[in-house]
């Protein structure tokens, strides 16, 4: 593998018949990459948690997955409404999402909980009114 591979999607917000097709493809791209199975899977799920997360509440943005010899990093970053308190948000079942979100089915209030849960380390820049940046890494040579 070169020095890193960068796998760029844009996100469209509000668009919940795309949403999970950055996640998709980045799973083929990681298998095309001869990566493990294990390590696949928890960048799909974390990057389908994050994607799914931009479009219903920060009206889309964009993913960048980072493939180097030793971690893969995954940095979502938009311009929504921010998060006012990430401690609250990291709780389990906490969402804002609207009823008509839920009724979709989405807005369980599990996407940041599980994308700590399936990445190594995990971090968000918040600001109110201005965005939201993630970084996520799965290491590789744990």
Do not use: W
């Not at 919940?16 to 799973?27: E, L």
């Not at 928890?42 to 479009?55: D, K, L, Q």
């Not at 380390?121 to 040579?141: A, D, P, R, W």
Request: net charge negative; with cysteine.
């Amino acid at each position: 593998m070169s020095d890193f591979i960068d796998f760029h999607f844009d996100v469209d917000g509000e668009n919940f018949v795309s949403a999970g097709q950055a996640s998709v493809q980045i799973k083929k791209n990681l298998r095309e990459l001869g990566l493990p199975p294990e390590i696949i899977r928890r960048i799909s799920i974390a990057m389908y948690e994050g994607e799914i997360n931009m479009v219903i509440h920060a009206n889309g943005g964009v993913a960048d997955v980072l493939v180097n010899e030793d971690k893969i990093e995954i940095v979502l970053e938009d311009k929504g409404p921010g998060i006012a308190d990430i401690d609250l948000a990291m709780q389990e079942g906490f969402s804002t999402a609207t009823d008509r979100v839920r009724a979709l089915g989405f807005g369980a209030g599990m996407g940041l909980p599980n994308m700590k849960r399936y990445t190594d380390e995990m971090k968000i820049e918040s600001t109110v009114g201005v965005g939201t940046k993630i970084t996520m890494c799965v290491y590789l040579n744990k």
